[in-house]
């Protein structure tokens, strides 16, 4: 005789809901705990960057209607410029703050952009401006006025943006501010991001963060277990001591479980989660939904250029670095000499890289070191000082006096604009190590040689030899997923101040 069923667990009875409008699990206070503190501190940051931009233009106008007023030898009078320029001030200052908005310029902090996304954004606006104009039949009897004002307007909007940049940066340093980070994830992952945090926040180049804790998330052990968040990491997360989470690795480990159940912890208690994508996440491509039956599918797209794609980068590269090596003629003109009357020995050093679908190519540059020193490299391994795969040292002493200064200012890599003439090279793309370099790369960090290497990257930008050879493959995979002609042309735009601040260089 089989035994009585056991009767269901009773279940608490559901609370009784309160009158008036029902709120999901969505709602959450305006201006409650830590999210709040932070929407004020953005509000204000953002009321801040419009007054600038605004001033920026009026600033802008202006001097622009000064300066004709001085050309032509009129008086300059306050009231007449006025009365001219409060007829196009909104219009302009409303295009510009649009714009702006448009192109993240009122973003967080790290994400805002520099120089060059305030000039295209300019850029844009003067043309939207001068279009609504024209179109309006306002009378325009010079277009002196947009081409001044552009110069004009660009000029303060960068010079009063990087005075705000700089103050707030010195009273966020007195103040001791920073964010304290929790990291999650598989161990392998969470140490990576963790030294890339302590580097960043020596650098000072933004808000820094603090580690507070790591924690391991494992994957729920034995058929039909529950997937608990560990109990011990429940209980770091609060907002007085956390003020956000950093995701990493979920997908070696298969917790999906503790992650959703972390995700709905963490939106309970308004503490923002984050997630830093390892190397295999950052090489996952472009994904495109696709239909399937009852499933959500996303088909993977692999990161090269095909079609007008690669015609656009190849034209780019021949246009301007044809360009760039007829104004740096000079330059290679007299580095070359100097390199052949310290010595007498050959200017050009021929060194075998890795380029596009792992095939060796002739790199070239001005000779920096002295003759011979490709054999002396076995003897000063042990005083490598970079990670990874790459050999650098501080004070190579196989570097000549001439080499030293043209390394400096980055002269020696000049040649390279005939390897990207030739289509072994690009521009901008990540750069080509030497075979011995490429040797020790595994498997994956080997995806880097899908594209063309390049003459300058994202690494040359961010801090060379700063960074950590992790962070190198990571910004290479970046750049081969997020490509377009505005990346090459920033990456560009930013290289020149990375050269002649020397910043990473060795």
Known sequence: ????????????????????????????????GPAGSAAVRRAVSVV????????????????????????????????????????????????????????????SREGRGGAARILSSVTIATLIVAAFVIASGWEVRTYYIFYASWFLVSVSVIALRASYASVTGLMLEALNFERRALLVGAPAAVEPVAESLERGRRRRASVPYRVVGRHELTAPSGFGAAARLDPALERELEPERVDEVILTGVTAVGADGPALELLDVCRRRGIPVRLAPTTVELLSHTLRAVPAPGLPLFEVRPPVLSGASFYAKRAFDLVVGT????LTAPVLGAAALAIWLYDRGPVIFRSQRVGVNETAFTCLKLRSMRLGAEREQDELELENEAGGAIFKIRRDPRVTPVGRLIRRFSIDELPQLVNVLRGEMSLVGPRPLPVRDYERLDDLQRKRYLVLPGMTGLWQVSGRNELSFDELVRLDFYYIESWSIWLDLVTLARTVPAVLSRRGAW
């Open 1 to 32: 005789m089989s035994p009585p069923p056991t009767p269901p667990q009773a279940r608490p009875a559901p609370p009784q809901g309160t009158r008036g409008v029902r709120r999901d699990v969505r709602f959450a206070p305006l201006l409650a």
């Open 48 to 107: 801040c960057l419009v007054a600038i931009d605004v001033t920026s233009v009026f600033l802008g106008l202006y001097a622009a209607l000064a300066f004709k007023l001085v050309i032509l030898g009129d008086p300059v009078s306050a009231s007449a410029i006025w009365s001219v320029e409060q007829k196009g001030l909104p219009i302009s200052a409303l295009t510009l703050v649009l714009v702006f908005a448009k192109n993240g310029l009122y973003g």
């Open 323 to 326: 360009l760039l090596l007829l």
